[in-house]
């Protein structure tokens, strides 16, 4: 049986912990040690830190503190580590506390956050989901069922003080081209609301000063939301300090591919077993500038699909480009109309594509103008025929469920 770790009681704030921390910066201590070949169990909270309630009121949404996301649990070192190795990280389980049968998804308000189509979905809402062994459905989305492909939203390595620097400064530069957009083209370092971990005193004024926050993903990884990364999948982490200091958070029940509505998966507290492995010098030997990964031979077997393209030519019409961003766009917005033919309010199949085994791809990229992207929508995971037919589609639903909604406050 694998030791674990490093634990957390979910009774308690993730700032009464100091195996926690929620910016990236190299002087974080590491809060334990493993060998190469070592298995061992990390526990961690959601995302949020607890902030999200298993409720049917979406305040607690709309009101989030993101300066404070994410909360993760490390850093952890590994002996022998040293900048230019890989770190080999194998994911061999991963699942919610028994204590926490429960997930959610949200959508952020545009003015806190908002997401992939925020222009059409602008407040928050919040749908819950509750387990069931390896399956998932939720009280506010009715005719939905599908297995969950539980893993890590976030996981990586610290980066050195050059990695940093450089982080800090070209995400800097980006938002002073549009200092006042909303929301905000990235988010700069803010002490404020820093964990620090270990770190105490003047070393954690300084380092909380500078330090990355956790939202995008980098060289080291991060914040990748790579669905595929679950149980039986092997990661090769690029080390930019000695002892490599491996953190893992943001767990997923689910996700579909893009977490599109940012708060975009089935989010969860819960545990990760992995064992670390070191190649030396590996970042040279393999030209390694970023994470590489195999995936999980252990995904749920989905094998029908409806498949809904976008082309780069935006909802007022205008054409953009090869812009795959707007394609995939446009075929996430196809795919919703689709569903609300069946019954579906729009927040409601907005939901279902974030947090269903969606899979997005990158179709065509050299057809001048046009880029296109497609989304797959695998129709065994409702529990009625949504294929298109020549008696057209039935509602199946009545409308008198929804995803809670909590209005912007004036």
């Not at 069931?132 to 890590?152: C, D, K, Q, Y």
């Not at 031979?297 to 094998?303: E, Q, R």
Request: contains cysteine; aromatic residues 10%; hydrophobic residues 35%.
């Amino acid at each position: 049986m694998a030791d674990t770790i490093i634990k957390i009681d979910l009774n308690k704030s993730p700032y009464d912990q100091d195996d926690i921390h929620n910016r990236w910066h190299p002087d974080i201590p590491m809060v334990a040690m493993v060998k190469p070949g070592d298995d061992f169990i990390v526990e961690c909270y959601d995302w949020t830190g607890g902030q999200i309630k298993n409720d049917d009121d979406a305040s607690d949404v709309r009101d989030v503190d993101l300066s404070q996301v994410h909360f993760l649990s490390g850093p952890i070192g590994v002996e022998g580590a040293e900048p230019g190795d890989l770190l080999v990280v194998d994911i061999l389980d991963i699942g919610a506390f028994k204590e926490s049968q429960w997930g959610f998804n949200g959508f952020f308000s545009k003015q806190n956050g908002g997401g992939f189509l925020t222009e059409h979905f602008p407040e928050a809402q919040k749908s819950i989901w509750d387990f069931n062994g390896m399956f998932t459905s939720s009280r506010h989305i009715p005719g939905v069922e599908f297995a969950g492909l539980i893993h890590p939203g976030l996981i990586g390595c610290l980066p050195s003080k050059e990695m940093l620097k450089e982080w800090n400064t070209r995400e800097k530069e980006l938002y002073d081209t549009e200092p006042d957009r909303v929301p905000g083209l990235a988010n700069l370092p803010y002490a404020e609301t820093a964990h620090m971990g270990k770190l105490k005193g003047e070393e954690k004024k300084s380092a909380a000063a500078e330090g990355a926050r956790t939202v995008p993903p980098r060289e080291h990884g991060g914040n990748c939301d790579i669905k595929d990364l679950s149980r039986g999948s092997k990661v090769y982490f690029p080390v930019y300090v000695k002892d490599g200091g491996l953190s893992v958070g943001d767990l997923h029940f689910s996700q579909g591919d893009g977490e599109i509505t940012f708060c975009g998966a089935i989010e969860m507290a819960g545990w990760i077993h992995m064992r670390v492995n070191l190649i030396k010098d590996g970042m040279a030997k393999y030209a390694i500038k970023n994470p590489i990964f195999k995936p999980s031979p252990i995904t749920p077997k989905y094998d029908d699909y409806l498949i809904f393209e976008g082309i780069s030519v935006d909802e007022q019409g205008k054409q953009h480009y090869l812009d795959v961003h707007i394609a995939y766009r446009q075929a996430c917005l196809n795919a919703i109309e689709y569903l609300k033919k069946f019954g579906y309010t729009g927040a409601q199949a907005y939901a279902i594509l974030g947090t269903a085994p969606v899979q997005g791809h990158i179709s065509g990229v050299v057809d001048v103008p046009n880029a296109c992207a497609t989304l797959w929508l695998p129709t065994d995971i409702f529990e009625f025929d949504m294929q298109p037919n020549a008696d057209g589609p039935t509602k199946y639903l009545d409308g008198s469920i929804d995803v809670p909604l909590a209005p912007d406050k004036k």
